[in-house]
């Protein structure tokens, strides 16, 4: 009988019955061990530090980014709705900003220049996740949606 009192009781009751390091890992928050949830405000701080300085202070991008610089790059492109970001995935977007505009294009064999760099070295795939989480937070559920569908086509999956 007692076997089956146990198996009803709430998970968190039981938490007398496990080892101590067992009962402090439980105590963290949940966001340790559920990270799909975004992190909106740590990717706004380096969205911040590290983008807004060419990609705007709003995600407004550079004056004219659609006209070409006179060395054949473009200006840095808005990520608000009004620019371009939502219509590629997160995979491709994750790679364009680790490895950088240039290195991505190539791989693609896509013959356009670009002024990205690559911050690989200096953001981690959490960071960079992260910045995404924030410009998507940005857009309005059509866009967000349409972007979604963008990455599933991108994956290839149905």
């Given at each position: 009988?007692?076997?089956?009192?146990?198996?009803?009781?709430?998970?968190?009751?039981?938490?007398?019955?496990?080892?101590?390091?067992?009962?402090?890992?439980?105590?963290?928050?949940?966001?340790?061990?559920?990270?799909?949830?975004?992190?909106?405000?740590?990717?706004?701080?380096?969205?911040?530090?590290?983008?807004?300085?060419?990609?705007?202070?709003?995600?407004?991008?550079?004056?004219?980014?659609?006209?070409?610089?006179?060395?054949?790059?473009?200006?840095?492109?808005?990520?608000?709705?009004?620019?371009?970001?939502?219509?590629?995935?997160?995979?491709?977007?994750?790679?364009?900003?680790?490895?950088?505009?240039?290195?991505?294009?190539?791989?693609?064999?896509?013959?356009?220049?670009?002024?990205?760099?690559?911050?690989?070295?200096?953001?981690?795939?959490?960071?960079?996740?992260?910045?995404?989480?924030?410009?998507?937070?940005?857009?309005?559920?059509?866009?967000?949606?349409?972007?979604?569908?963008?990455?599933?086509?991108e994956r290839g999956a149905p």
């Amino acid at each position: 009988m007692m076997h089956h009192l146990h198996r009803k009781t709430c998970p968190l009751r039981l938490t007398a019955l496990l080892p101590s390091a067992t009962v402090m890992m439980l105590a963290l928050p949940a966001q340790a061990f559920f990270h799909g949830a975004p992190d909106i405000e740590s990717g706004r701080a380096i969205y911040e530090a590290r983008c807004a300085s060419c990609h705007g202070a709003n995600l407004e991008g550079q004056p004219n980014w659609q006209s070409g610089n006179e060395d054949g790059t473009y200006p840095a492109p808005p990520h608000n709705e009004t620019g371009h970001t939502w219509h590629h995935g997160d995979e491709m977007l994750t790679d364009y900003i680790r490895r950088g505009g240039q290195a991505v294009l190539d791989s693609m064999g896509v013959a356009f220049s670009s002024g990205m760099p690559g911050f690989g070295d200096e953001l981690t795939e959490n960071d960079i996740e992260a910045v995404l989480d924030y410009i998507r937070s940005t857009w309005p559920d059509r866009i967000r949606a349409a972007q979604a569908e963008r990455g599933r086509l991108e994956r290839g999956a149905p």
